[in-house]
Nanobody, 129 residues
């Protein structure tokens, strides 16, 4: 049974850092297409980072966020530095065994919700000014 457990959220001030984790069970993250999404109140869910071979970052987080895999503990991470109030949102980990065609030929493109069958429960990130 595939399960994703998100953790690591919290409240920080502008410029602070957090590291989100997504503990996976029931599959090996090395073999899956993985991503982090976020959803702010009143807004649609958006993909901020994805990983399969290479990494994708949304322009709003590029240079500040880093997605990585801990293969030894089967955990996906999102290191978030220089946080801004606009980063405030619920963050969700997502996974799927199907890898989009673009990614398979080395094109790292924005993740889409429809690409993923498996989701974590979310972890809240709040950044105050």
């Amino acid at each position: 049974q595939v399960r994703l457990v998100d953790a690591g959220g919290g409240s920080v001030q502008t410029g602070g850092s957090l590291r989100l984790s997504c503990a996976a069970s029931g599959f090996t993250i090395h073999d899956y297409y993985m991503a982090w999404f976020r959803q702010a109140p009143g807004k649609e869910r958006e993909g901020v980072a994805a990983f399969w071979g290479g990494a994708y970052y949304d322009a709003s987080v590029k240079g500040r966020f880093t997605i990585s895999r801990g293969n030894a503990n089967n955990t996906l991470y999102l290191q978030m530095n220089n946080l801004k109030p606009e980063d405030t949102a619920m963050y969700y980990c997502a996974a799927d065994s199907r890898v989009p065609d673009a990614w398979q030929i080395g094109i790292t493109q924005a993740p889409r919700e429809s690409d993923f069958d498996y989701w974590g429960q979310g972890t809240q990130v709040t950044v105050s000014s």
